[in-house]
């Protein structure tokens, strides 16, 4: 079977949110906050609907980045990763799942951690991640301070 995951972009500041993964698959890799699409939901509810369980952010703006076609060969899983991208609206990002995240931080596209997780390996690759770093705003120059990630308490 094959599901699609809701992966979002939260952008502050030229900066944008990742957690470190927990759990079922990808755990110790990195990647922007997420999760199922639910039955009758847009792309765009779900977006909201899981940064907020996730992290306790509110997001706006939500718009389509792109699109991966990711098989996890080993774990025997395949997705559609649907890329949103949103704009930071309120609150300050904190573990609300702590059985599906342990660390998040914010980043920018010159300082991505590692390990990444494997749709991340696939929308380096795509056409559409130039794309999306224009769209975003972000420049080739990184922001000031951005070698430092800043870390939040568990």
Same mark, same amino acid.
């Given at each position: ?8 972009? *939260? ?7 990742? #957690? ?18 639910? %039955?009758?939901?847009? %792309? @765009?509810?779900?977006? *909201?609907?899981?940064? #907020?369980? @996730? ?6 703006? *939500?718009? %389509? ?5 990711? *098989? ?19 609150? @300050? ?44 705003? %972000? ?16």
């Amino acid at each position: 079977m094959v599901r699609v995951g809701i992966a979002v972009f *939260v952008f502050r500041d030229g900066r944008f949110l990742m #957690a470190r993964r927990r759990g079922a698959h990808g755990a110790g890799t990195w990647s922007v906050p997420g999760g199922h699409l639910e %039955f009758g939901e847009s %792309f @765009e509810d779900t977006a *909201v609907r899981e940064v #907020a369980e @996730e992290t306790g952010v509110q997001i706006a703006r *939500v718009r %389509f980045g792109a699109v991966t076609n990711d *098989v996890f060969t080993d774990e025997d899983r395949h997705y559609v990763t649907v890329w949103m991208l949103s704009d930071h609206v309120a609150g @300050e990002p904190a573990i609300l799942e702590p059985d599906k995240c342990t660390d998040l931080a914010w980043h920018d596209f010159d300082n991505l951690p590692d390990p990444l997780f494997l749709p991340w390996r696939q929308l380096l690759e795509s056409p559409l991640f130039a794309r999306i770093r224009e769209s975003a705003g %972000f420049s080739a120059v990184p922001a000031p301070g951005a070698d430092k990630p800043q870390e939040f308490a568990r």
